[in-house]
């Protein structure tokens, strides 16, 4: 069973609509380290403010069910609109009502507090979706109302579900932890990285809203608070309170992106809505025409290697022009984030070396799967694999559904490319090569074991199907008693089954494990937005990484010697 985190984001965080990709992100960082996640969200800022004024307008003080109502709409808002941007991504979600999960509070309709929840209405829903989210500040009285939690109140119920649910809590904030002062407005404040019980109730308000913290006191839930996709933040609920030693800001990672195409515009645009994190110096382009919308876009591919550049990202396909750009990359100690799998299994031999350890450089999640986190589930499994099996390639899902519905082939793979699933020049998708490059990538992260795509018996749909109803294009290795075995071929699944269910572009794995069980994952595999987020991941990952690399480890804060613990310093290898 997956680890339950439960993430709530605050106004404080999603200020407005165009703030959502920062939980989309920190939402993905979730669901790709192996966890079932439950965001449990707020009104954006100022809207319950305002709602609370117009129903005072409306209702006086004379129906407080109709005000708890009129209020609760501004957090149904933000997780609605959350929940498409999720979907867009091609993360699997579902939205859930209080009323949904029985969320039953006590106390008056404005002012109650989370007291009961069908914890087994929550695990149905996670048997659907990975991601559920929640909007905050309300639940319902034993009558069916509305009620409101009050102030701090969606602190508080994100406190009780992850008490309840026996998961782990996060309060993600606009600050990367806990001071002993406003870091806004005194520049000597200190971050705790632990905070004991006692403490916390003396430092963190307004952060944390006191009945939040004390119900997490009396239920003795720890929990964590920072900021999204960040790898700094304070543990609430320890025995000793530790400091963190001033450090300066980390300055913003200078990136170069290498092709601005369907993907990488996807990452050019996912990256400026981070300018304190990332700083794109170019964007290399073969038809500086093409981008004159895009200021730092230039022609002179020299600049992706200077100096001054800390990570490349390569959104250009192909395989041995990027793979001499992303060589010499490594060879001068740059991060490198691909997307590329034809590249990485082409050349995983001379790159294996780059994707591993400690001072790990070379990052290409995205390379299979798309927004699926294939690779991550595969790096934490604590078990050995006995099969693989799935659907790999979404151009091939679309292009067969098409088929189905009455398509021509020319006009099924037409309406993939026009949709952003398939390349100008599909061949690769259709002939199953594209998938056996994922497949030999998958069988080395499952079995540690490489085979190269080339030996992997590969049929694909480039040839006409005499009944395409039901077909899916099907990847699957296991471990045999004389070794590995591995293939790409057109079946048809079991009617009604896991695979057999997938649509479009969406991908669907199954990982069966030596002791039986099977682990399922299913999200979408092509286009724009999935495959950019899944980028982001790795691209959010190397960033923490350089948060956290360092070469020193910090002397101890004179503030609390007896408390304080080892700190590694930040190092941007600048």
């Given at each position: ?175 990367n932890g806990v001071f002993d002062a406003d870091p806004a407005s005194k520049a000597t ?341 999935p495959t950019a987020v899944s980028v982001m991941g790795d691209v959010h990952e190397v ?32």
């Amino acid at each position: 069973m997956s680890k339950i985190e439960v993430l709530k984001f605050g106004s404080s965080v999603l200020h407005a609509p165009g703030e959502l990709h920062v939980a989309v992100d920190e939402i993905y960082r979730r669901w790709r380290s192996g966890c079932r996640v439950l965001a449990v969200v707020s009104a954006f800022e100022g809207v319950t403010d305002q709602l609370i004024r117009e129903a005072a307008q409306i209702f006086g003080t004379d129906c407080p069910e109709a005000t708890a109502a009129y209020v609760a709409t501004g957090e149904q808002k933000t997780a609605a609109l959350l929940v498409g941007s999720l979907v867009r991504s091609g993360i699997p979600t579902r939205l859930v009502e209080p009323r949904e999960i029985d969320l039953v509070a006590a106390g008056s309709a404005l002012d109650s507090a989370p007291r009961r929840v069908n914890v087994w209405a929550l695990e149905g829903f996670w048997r659907a979706a990975p991601i559920l989210v929640l909007p905050g500040f309300f639940g319902i009285d034993h009558q069916g109302h509305t009620t409101l939690f009050g102030r701090g109140g969606t602190d508080m119920s994100a406190l009780f579900l992850a008490s309840e649910l026996k998961g782990s809590c996060r309060l993600l904030k606009d600050v990367n932890g806990v001071f002993d002062a406003d870091p806004a407005s005194k520049a000597t404040a200190h971050r705790f990285t632990a905070l004991s019980w006692t403490t916390a109730i003396e430092v963190s308000g307004p952060l944390i809203q006191p009945k939040a913290l004390h119900y997490a006191r009396i239920r003795t839930l720890p929990f964590h608070v920072g900021r999204p996709n960040e790898s700094a933040g304070t543990h609430v609920g320890k025995t000793a309170d530790e400091w963190a030693p001033p450090t300066p800001p980390t300055p913003p990672l200078r990136v170069a992106l290498l092709g601005c195409g369907v993907v990488g515009r996807g990452v050019y645009e996912s990256l400026k809505r981070y300018p304190t994190r990332f700083e794109i110096r170019h964007v290399l382009v073969r038809d500086l025409a093409k981008y004159a919308d895009i200021p730092e876009a230039t022609n002179d591919w020299s600049l992706g290697l200077q100096d001054s550049i800390d990570l490349v990202i390569e959104c250009i396909g192909g395989v041995e022009s990027a793979f001499l750009l992303i060589a010499n990359a490594l060879s001068a100690k740059k991060f490198v984030v691909t997307a590329n799998k034809a590249l990485v299994a082409a050349h995983w031999p001379a790159l294996s070396h780059y994707a591993r350890g400690s001072k790990r450089l070379l990052w290409y999640s995205a390379a299979v799967g798309g927004a699926l986190p294939i690779l991550e589930t595969l790096a934490t499994l604590d078990a050995p694999v006995r099969e693989i099996r799935g659907i790999i390639n979404g151009t091939c899902g679309f292009v067969l559904d098409a088929l189905v519905s009455g398509k021509t082939r020319p006009e099924a793979i037409a309406l993939a490319q026009a949709a952003g699933f398939a390349e100008a020049d599909p061949a690769r998708d259709l002939s199953g090569a594209d998938s056996a490059d994922k497949l030999a990538l998958m069988m080395e992260a499952a079995f540690g074991q490489w085979m190269a795509p080339a030996s992997i018996p590969t049929r694909g749909i480039d040839r006409d199907l005499s009944d395409p109803r039901g077909i899916k294009l099907i990847a699957r290795a296991q471990v045999a008693p004389d070794g590995m075995t591995a293939s790409v071929a057109p079946e048809l699944p079991t009617q009604g089954s896991f695979l057999a269910l997938a649509r479009a572009a969406e991908n669907r794995i199954e990982i069966e494990l030596k002791c039986g069980s099977v682990i399922r994952l299913r999200g979408q595999g092509a286009g724009r937005w999935p495959t950019a987020v899944s980028v982001m991941g790795d691209v959010h990952e190397v960033a923490r990484v350089v948060e956290t690399r360092g070469v020193e480890e910090s002397s101890p804060s004179p503030l609390r010697q007896s408390n304080v613990v080892k700190f590694t310093a930040v190092n941007a290898t600048r």
